[in-house]
């Protein structure tokens, strides 16, 4: 299967590497790959760094890195347009953002469960959460997206998000760019009142990197989140405390029939090798002092619901 992956781009040269270098990886019997980055015009070594890639990178089998860079209205634009430009042979459509990696053998097993859950426009994979130095602070597993479960939360997570490209050429979903941080949430939530059939797979696909600084948790991202939830229906602002609960119920419950991780291979920088980190205590659990500050107190067992 050939894969069209877009990574949106802004000076990211502390991570845009390591993402780079997990796709490319991906590479392999059954699976193709088309990469393209699409960068916001980066005034570090971003664009230096894309066009010796691209170079090195020239007659790869089974792999095509393409880029551009140029001025954009955000990430969410950035995504738009090189989502403009899916290739008609591409089978499988996803993005992977800068500070994001694939894990190694990923998408061979989701090409694999694509091909085995032919009714499902959308696969869901789990994840790995790490803090700034690949350090494993948790992994959360996928859980389903409904309607009404989808005014104010999210259920998903974009980098371990696979679609059909069939579908996803018919029906051309876009972000909203309209919103800068909370665009994920009106994206899956319009998915679901669309009818996109989503299925989960029991792969850890993706690495996510929390610096505690990320920008749903900034103040730009509190504003925007206010501006939806005025923008939400009454009812479902009364019971999002509820459903917030039950999506994070429902990862629990995902995790006790699912084999807890047990490592993880990431690049870390400029390095060309992945690196092993063997995870001695997994847990589903993310701290929310852990994303306001990127430096959790032990103990803490607050949890966030995105």
């Known amino acids: ?11 990211a040269m ?30 570090d070594r971003t664009v230096p760094w894309l066009r010796e890639w691209a170079h ?8 095509l890195f393409t880029w551009e860079s140029t001025s954009d209205a955000g990430m969410y634009d950035a995504i738009n347009r090189a989502w403009d430009a899916t290739p008609e042979d591409a089978d499988i459509v996803a993005h992977l953002n800068s500070d994001e990696q694939y894990l190694a053998g990923a998408l061979a097993q989701v090409a694999a469960w694509m091909r085995s859950k032919p009714a499902a426009d959308v696969l869901l994979g789990s994840y790995v959460i790490v803090d700034a130095s690949y350090a494993y602070v948790c992994h959360r597993r ?23 490209a069939e579908v996803f050429r018919q029906r051309k979903p876009r972000f909203d760019v309209r919103w800068r941080s909370v665009g994920d949430l009106v994206f899956f939530r319009d998915l679901t009142e669309q009818g996109w059939s989503f299925a989960t797979i029991p792969v850890v696909t993706s ?9 749903a948790w900034t103040e ?23 459903v917030y609960r039950w999506v994070n119920l429902k990862r629990r419950l995902v995790d006790l029939v699912l084999p807890a991780p047990e490592e993880y291979d ?10 092993c980190h063997r995870i001695t205590h997994p847990t589903v659990v993310w701290r929310a002092s852990f994303r306001q500050s990127g430096d959790a107190p032990k103990g803490s067992d607050t949890e966030s619901g995105a």
């Open 220 to 242: 730009q991202g509190n504003r925007e989140w206010l501006t939806l939830r005025e923008e939400t229906p009454c009812f479902w602002r009364c019971v999002n405390g509820l």
């Open 266 to 275: 990431v690049y870390t920088g400029d390095e060309p090798c992945r690196r």
């Open 142 to 164: 996928p859980v389903l997206p409904k309607r009404w479960s989808s005014w104010l939360n999210c259920a998903c997570i974009t980098n371990s998000t696979f679609y059909r």
């Open 56 to 63: 090195a990178s020239a007659g790869v089998e089974g792999y």
């Open 14 to 43: 502390p991570w845009l590497p390591a993402c780079v270098r997990s796709v490319r990886d991906q590479v392999g019997e059954g699976v193709e790959i088309h990469h393209h980055v699409q960068d916001g015009g980066s005034l």
């Open 207 to 215: 690495c996510f990197v929390c610096t505690g600084a990320n920008l």
């Open 1 to 11: 299967m050939k894969f069209y992956i877009v990574t949106p781009s802004f000076n």
